[in-house]
Nanobody, 125 residues
Framework: QVQLVESGGGLVQAGGSLRLSCAAS????????MGWFRQAPGKERELVAG????????YYADSVKGRFAISRDNAKSTLYLQMDSLKPEDTAVYYC??????????????????WGQGTQVTVSS
């Protein structure tokens, strides 16, 4: 069972930036797609961004395109989410997730099977 530990959340003003990190345990990080989800109070968890195992392909939800950037460093077993031009509606708990299958797909919620504990992001207006 992989362990995923997110960090980098916090309170930021609208228009500001944050960079989330997710450290993964084990030696299989580079074999799996990875993604970032978020869940706001009273809403379902949604896939924000996904990245293929080798980092060559990405997916973004329409709500974050052009503002968020997902990346990974397979040598460090770490996933990142650079969030710019943040809006109050980006406020949520953000979760790192690992794909279900080796070299699997990454653009739908069902592609993922393991999640971290989450990190809170709060954007004030």
């Amino acid at each position: 069972q992989v362990q995923l530990v997110e960090s980098g959340g916090g309170l930021v003003q609208a228009g500001g930036s944050l960079r989330l990190s997710c450290a993964a345990s084990g030696r299989t990080f580079s074999r799996y797609a990875m993604g970032w989800f978020r869940q706001a109070p009273g809403k379902e968890r949604e896939l924000v961004a996904g990245i293929s195992a080798l980092g060559g392909s990405t997916y973004y939800a329409d709500s974050v395109k052009g503002r968020f950037a997902i990346s990974r460093d397979n040598a460090k077993s770490t996933l990142y989410l650079q969030m710019d031009s943040l809006k109050p509606e980006d406020t949520a708990v953000y979760y790192c997730a690992r794909g279900r299958n080796v070299l699997g797909t990454y653009s739908t919620g069902g592609d993922y099977g393991d999640w971290g504990q989450g990190t809170q992001v709060t954007v004030s207006s």
